[in-house]
C-alpha cells in the first residue's frame, strides 16, 4: 500500500495535546461570546453598556499615565514622588509588555466586538492578552503596598480591578483566557517593578529632574 503523506499521518494521528488545546480553545470561544452580554446595543444587557464603558475608561492606559504624571509634577514630598515616578514606571512597562505581546500573539479581537473603544493603537486591534485585565492587576498590587488605605477602600480596589477585568469580556472586548492571561501577566509585573524600585540612590538622575 502507498503510505499516506507526512501531513495526512499527522491530521489522522493529532496528539493529545493538540485535541485538548483546541478543545479549550473552543470553549473559550464558546462561553465568552455567552458572557459578552454588553457587546452591542441589542445584546442582552445593551442598556448596560454606557456604564461598562465608563469603567473601561477607568482601566484605560492614557487616564492613569496622566493623573500620575500630574500627581509627580505637583507633588511636595519626597516619599510620594517616588511613589509616583515607580507607578509611572509600572504602566509604562506595563504598555511596552502587552504591546509586544499582542504584536507577537496577533490573535483578533472577538468577531462580536464593536470597534468603538477609547484610544487605541494600532496593536489594539489584537486580543491577547487584555492591557485593562493587565494594568488592573498591577495597579490593584502596586496600590495595596504602597498606599496606606483603610480596609474598605482595599477592599473597592481590588473590585475595581476585578470588574475592569470581567467588563472585557461582557464587552465583548476579549475572551476569557485573553483577561485570565493578562491578571496574570500584571501580577508578574509587580514583581519586575518592586526588584527594579527606582530611589534616589538608584537612579539619582530621575530624582534630580523633580
Known amino acids: 500500500a502507498t503510505p499516506l503523506p ?20 473552543a470553549i473559550d470561544l464558546w462561553a465568552s461570546k455567552r458572557l459578552g452580554v454588553c457587546a452591542g446595543e441589542g445584546s442582552a444587557w445593551g442598556s448596560a453598556r454606557p456604564l461598562m464603558k465608563v469603567i473601561e475608561v477607568s482601566g484605560h492606559g492614557i487616564p492613569w499615565l496622566l493623573g500620575t504624571f500630574y500627581g509627580l509634577c505637583h507633588s511636595d514630598s519626597s516619599a510620594a514622588r517616588e511613589v509616583l515616578l515607580n507607578l509611572l514606571f509600572a504602566l509604562l512597562l506595563d504598555l511596552v ?39 488592573a492587576a498591577l495597579v490593584c498590587r502596586f496600590v495595596l503596598r504602597h498606599l496606606v488605605l483603610a480596609v474598605p477602600l482595599r477592599v473597592l480596589v481590588v473590585l475595581w480591578a476585578l470588574i475592569v477585568s470581567i467588563s472585557r469580556v ?41
Not at 491530521?11 to 485538548?20: D, E, T, Y
Not at 509588555?97 to 466586538?113: E, S
Open 97 to 135: 509588555m502587552v504591546a509586544v505581546v499582542k504584536g507577537l500573539v496577533k490573535r483578533p479581537r472577538p468577531t462580536h466586538n464593536k470597534m468603538d473603544m477609547f484610544v487605541t493603537i494600532s496593536v489594539d486591534k489584537y486580543s491577547f492578552p487584555s492591557g485593562h485585565a493587565t494594568r
Open 170 to 210: 461582557m464587552l465583548g472586548r476579549h475572551n476569557m483566557t485573553d483577561v485570565l492571561f493578562g491578571l496574570l501577566l500584571g501580577y508578574a509585573l509587580y514583581g519586575v517593578v518592586e526588584h527594579c524600585w527606582l530611589s534616589p540612590a538608584t537612579a539619582p538622575a530621575l530624582f534630580a529632574l523633580w
Open 6 to 25: 507526512e501531513e495526512d499521518c499527522m491530521k489522522l494521528n493529532p496528539s493529545f495535546v493538540g485535541i485538548a488545546l483546541s478543545s479549550l480553545l
